[in-house]
């Protein structure tokens, strides 16, 4: 196993997952961490729709806007465990003690079937990986709706996600903390929040690993599909 790993490696050198730059491990390089655009204390917390609660350490611009759409849209899986790491640090910061149980916002099936993966839950099991946890399946998504970036209206928006997630599992009494990628109105999140809650979780609270800066908003919630 070993061999095999180091010949991967050779192949597939591990990089930096916003400037691409090889190094021991598929980690957020030295420089990188100096320059990427991270949210700070006062800014990297938001009050939604209904008053939920979502954090997010970084902004969703250039390096990071790059390594987050490669991640969704162009198979690059391996920024996975990066941004999970700092979805984890955020939370902890933001809400330690406040869940006991970590589920994610998941795609539609017909979206799992074209991309070949649900990169929330992908986040979600970086986050956990630190953790020594497991993601837990809470919410289905039953209806192909289309890309809330393609929607200007935030009505509009928000009517595009209704009747769109189920609860699956057993959420009831759990305080559960929801991963997605990109929150900007937060509509997702609110409708995918509201049925866990209303299946009877004691409290969710919400972790993404980009918001857009506040005048960027204008463009659509750039998170799910």
Known sequence: MRIANALLDLLFPPKCPFCGRVQ????????CEETLPWTDEDQGLRRLRGGLLCAAPLWYEDAVRDAIRRFKFRGGVTAAGPLGEQIAQVAAERFSGGFDTVAWVPVSARRLRQRGYDQSLLLAEGACKLWGVEPERLLRKIRHNPA?????????????TQDVYVAAGDPAGRRI??????CSTGSTLVSAAGVLLEAGAAEVVCVVAAFPRPEAENGGEKGKE
Do not use: H, I, T
């Open 24 to 31: 021991d491990a598929p980690d957020v390089c030295p420089a």
């Open 148 to 160: 809330q970036s393609g929607l200007e209206r935030a009505e509009d928006r928000w009517k595009n």
């Open 177 to 182: 903390l929801l991963v997605d990628d990109v």
